[in-house]
């Protein structure tokens, strides 16, 4: 139990001065007054040294498996040497539109590229099972994403049937994991690393968006999915999507 606890502290980045207390702390179950007797005190030292170059070892090797962050090298180039073609509009959400503009990075150096602000209860929560499943179906039927350009910011609001903004996110159009492509499309990037468990390596996902209005008037998007295991200098897991967005009636 008290190597377990080490261990996860070790490889979060556990000081020095715990690992000296944990050594201080190492015992033998040694409990018979007869077994006591028989060890000396150099046998009883050599021990509780083995005893801690072992946990030490088993320590690094774990901590070995934890996925380090490297440059995700990615594969759409951006420049933000003017203004990406617009996206502004109403748009039917189809229950993922206004998530798939959210930066959902997890334990990523830098700072998301969107902020949350505005949440309101969504008219389907709390209901029972069956009940949720039809209202929540109802509502992304309805639901429409309406996005805004400002000077510096995207406004992206995701809007009920009933005409009640719901959530909105802002994109900042500064952040350096936003820009546009060779075709002055908007390209949104993120990154996550998901640590793994005890004695697992962990995994990494970088994910480009790619967003840019057609003739019709809809809004297309192109996700570009690579997660990485264990380690980012193996070859990643590669998934594209493409999905197209119709234009909300007025």
């Not at 690393?193 to 996902?205: D, L, N, Q, V």
Request: net charge positive.
């Amino acid at each position: 139990m008290i190597f377990r606890k080490f261990l996860t502290r070790a490889c979060s980045g556990t000081s020095g001065k715990r690992y000296r207390a944990w050594r201080r702390s190492s015992s033998l179950p040694i409990g018979d007054s007869q077994m006591n007797s028989f060890i000396d005190a150099k046998t009883m030292n050599a021990m509780i040294r083995l005893s801690v170059f072992a946990g030490g070892a088993m320590v690094l090797s774990a901590c070995a498996l934890s996925i380090q962050e490297v440059d995700p090298q990615w594969r759409i180039p951006i420049h933000r040497q003017k203004p990406c073609e617009s996206i502004d509009g109403r748009y039917m959400d189809r229950g993922n539109l206004f998530d798939l503009l959210g930066d959902s990075s997890k334990n990523t150096v830098g700072t998301r590229f969107s902020t949350s602000r505005g949440l309101k209860p969504l008219p389907y929560g709390g209901l029972p099972f069956k009940e949720f499943i039809e209202k929540r179906r109802s509502f992304n039927d309805a639901a429409i994403t309406e996005i805004v350009t400002t000077k510096d910011e995207l406004e992206v609001s995701l809007r009920g049937g009933d005409g009640e903004v719901y959530a909105t996110t802002i994109i900042s159009i500064n952040s350096d994991r936003v820009g546009c492509d060779a075709k002055n499309h908007l390209v949104l990037r993120q990154f996550s690393i998901a640590s793994g468990s005890e004695g697992t390596g962990g995994s990494a996902t970088a994910i480009e968006t790619t967003i840019y209005p057609s003739p019709d008037g809809a809004l297309k998007v192109r996700r570009l999915s690579r997660t990485w295991f264990k380690s980012m200098n193996s070859s990643p897991r590669e998934k594209e999507s493409d999905q197209i967005f119709p234009a909300a009636p007025n």
